[in-house]
C-alpha cells in the first residue's frame, strides 16, 4: 500500500516555474514507477511524465518535454515535477501516480494522490 500526497501547486506567471512534490508512505515506494498526470475539467487525465525506481530513466510527453522534469529521491520517499516556461494552457489539477509497471495509461496506475492545482496567468 502506498499513499501518496502532494505539494507545491499554486498561482504562478505565464514564462514562470514551480515545483511540485509528492510524498509516499510506505515501505516499498522505491519498487514503484512514479509519474505524473493532469487533468482540466471535463476531460480524461493527461500524461505527462515518469521516472523509473532507480531514477535513472524518464519518459516525458511531448507537451511538456524539455520544459517539465520528473526525479525522485528514494531516501526521502518523494519524487518532483519541476515545471519551467509555464503557460497559461498548463492550468489544471497536477497528481502524482505510482504504478508497478512503466504505463501512460491512467488505467494501469495502482495508485493516486489527491492532486494539487496549478494556475498560470498569462
Known amino acids: 500500500q502506498v499513499q501518496l500526497v502532494e505539494s507545491g501547486g499554486g498561482l504562478v506567471q505565464a514564462g514562470g516555474s514551480l515545483r511540485l512534490s509528492c510524498a509516499a508512505s510506505?515501505?516499498?515506494?522505491?519498487?514503484?514507477?512514479m509519474a505524473w498526470f493532469r487533468q482540466t475539467p471535463g476531460k480524461d487525465r493527461e500524461f505527462l511524465g515518469r521516472?523509473?525506481?532507480?531514477?535513472?530513466?524518464?519518459y516525458y510527453a511531448d507537451s511538456v518535454q524539455g520544459r517539465f522534469t520528473i526525479f525522485r529521491d528514494n531516501a526521502k520517499s518523494t519524487v518532483y515535477l519541476q515545471m519551467n516556461s509555464l503557460k497559461p494552457e498548463d492550468t489544471a489539477l497536477y497528481y502524482c501516480?505510482?504504478?508497478?509497471?512503466?504505463?501512460?495509461?491512467?488505467?494501469?496506475?495502482?495508485?493516486w494522490g489527491q492532486g494539487t492545482q496549478v494556475t498560470v496567468s498569462s
Open positions: 501516480a505510482a504504478s508497478v509497471a512503466a504505463t501512460t495509461d491512467e488505467r494501469r496506475i495502482d495508485y
Open positions: 510506505g515501505r516499498t515506494f522505491s519498487s514503484y514507477v
Open positions: 521516472v523509473t525506481w532507480s531514477g535513472r530513466l524518464t
